[in-house]
């Protein structure tokens, strides 16, 4: 079973910084699987990247998705307001058909 | 526009039984897989079990295997998980949630149902 680990747990930082999310998994996984998402309070959460780099329809270019083997990064160019929150990762595969990391909590510093 | 609306959520003792269903609108909902994912109270996201267009492959969580059951009507739209022998464990909020096809992410969610299981 694989296990992906988000790290930090918690992310403080100012608006207009940088933010780098990482995950992690237990062994290397196909990359075509790895998926993003953002969540805010009492809201279903959101997708922003899947397939490692592809960001969803309506999600800005500052998001950017990398990555590969067990090592995967989202990178948050310039931090809007609207973009503190929680962010999972998932990976697809055969058992579990969906593993989702932690989560790190992106606050405002 | 893509819905999903999820609905059935309550409260419920230990050992009882819930039916949670999901609607869907603004897409060809017969041709899409369908999940159901969970939420504990100020915990992470769990998936909890997954149903391909026409029914013929399921799965599940092991958590939930052998006492949730999921399917799906395409002629209504509609996509359901019946819940039984609930355990305090259980009580999340519910989401039901589309496959983006062949990429193993989820793509559109609803705002979810909650399902507290408590005597």
């Known amino acids: 079973e694989i296990v992906l680990t988000q790290s930090p747990g918690t992310l403080s930082l100012s608006p207009g910084e940088r933010a780098t999310l990482s995950c992690r998994a237990s062994?290397?996984?196909?990359?075509?699987?790895l998926t993003w998402y953002q969540q805010k309070p009492d809201q279903a959460p959101r997708l922003l990247i899947y397939?490692?780099?592809t960001r969803a329809t309506g999600i800005p270019d500052r998001f950017t998705g990398s990555g590969s083997g067990t090592d995967f990064t989202l990178t948050i160019s310039r931090l809007e307001p609207e973009d503190f929150a929680v962010y999972y990762c998932?990976?697809?595969?055969?058992?579990?058909?969906?593993?989702f990391g932690q989560g790190t909590r992106l606050e405002i510093k | 526009e893509v819905q999903l609306v999820e609905s059935g959520g309550g409260l419920v003792q230990p050992g009882g039984s819930l039916r949670l269903s999901c609607a869907a609108s603004?897409?060809?909902?017969?041709?899409?897989?369908m999940n159901w994912v969970r939420q504990a109270p100020g915990k992470g996201l769990e998936w909890v079990s997954y149903?391909?267009?026409?029914?013929?492959?399921?799965d599940y969580a092991d958590s939930v295997r052998g006492r949730f059951t999921i399917s799906r009507e395409n002629a209504k739209n509609s996509l359901y998980l019946q819940m039984n022998s609930l355990r305090h464990e259980d009580t999340a909020v519910y989401y039901c949630?589309?496959?983006?096809?062949?990429?193993?992410?989820?793509?559109?969610w609803g705002p979810g149902t909650k399902v507290t299981v408590s005597s």
């Open positions: 149903i391909t267009s026409s029914s013929h492959i399921i």
């Open positions: 397939g490692t780099s």
């Open positions: 949630a589309r496959s983006i096809p062949g990429r193993g992410g989820l793509d559109f």
């Open positions: 998932q990976h697809y595969g055969s058992s579990p058909r969906f593993t």
């Open positions: 062994q290397s996984v196909s990359g075509s699987f």
């Open positions: 603004g897409f060809m909902f017969s041709s899409y897989v």
